[in-house]
């Protein structure tokens, strides 16, 4: 019988390297032999990515109601399980993936106010038990993440997304409900210190994973 796999994911707000970071955590399990799938939400499908677009369109001449968001969110995760994530771990391969359902409770239950127990029913609902097994929240104060995200659209002469544009209230209601999370689930989340430098940041996040593989098999 083959041994399910893991399922690793990493969480933060805007501009604290959670991309860049996706890679580097995937390449350390490649190097221990690990079939590794590389992901992201919303998207990781077809479908997943369209509704992505949607999510992430800034267009000002249609607001979008945020229970329409919330639902955009969990649509996108259902057919990413059914399509890509599930699969994936029933074969044995660890899955890696560029935010989850964690930053549902942060974004549209912190950033927008959606109570927690709403989000939970959908939760619940899409992924029947399904959890990660390792979190990796990097965290940052609002202050230097802001400047981080200033720094990569302006180098890479990108515009603002839907989210990106949001005011600072938004993203410091967002750190705080991460952190909740982190605290109500310490055996889940490991927060790693995005202040430093990418060589520091990438040394906490080796030692974490590497002693959890080392547990895990």
Known sequence: MTKRGRFITLEGGEGVGKSTNVGFVAELLEAQGLEVVRTREPGGTVRGEAIRGLLLDPAPQEPLHVDAELLLMFAARAQHLAEKILPALARGAWVVCDRFTD????????????????????????????????????????????????????????????????????????????????QEAPERFAVIDAQHSLDTVQAQIRHTLLERVAEWR
Request: glycine content about 6%; overall charge negative; charged content about 30%.
């Open 103 to 182: 930053a549902t409770f942060a974004y549209q239950g912190g950033g927008r106010g959606i109570a927690n127990e709403r989000i939970a029913v959908l939760e619940n609902f899409v992924q029947q038990g399904l959890s990660p097994d390792l979190t990796l929240l990097l965290d940052m104060p609002e202050n230097a993440a802001k400047q981080r995200l200033e720094s990569r659209l302006r180098d890479r002469s990108e515009q603002r997304d839907r989210f990106e544009q949001e005011q600072a209230d938004f993203f410091q209601a967002v750190r705080n409900a991460y952190l909740a999370r982190a």
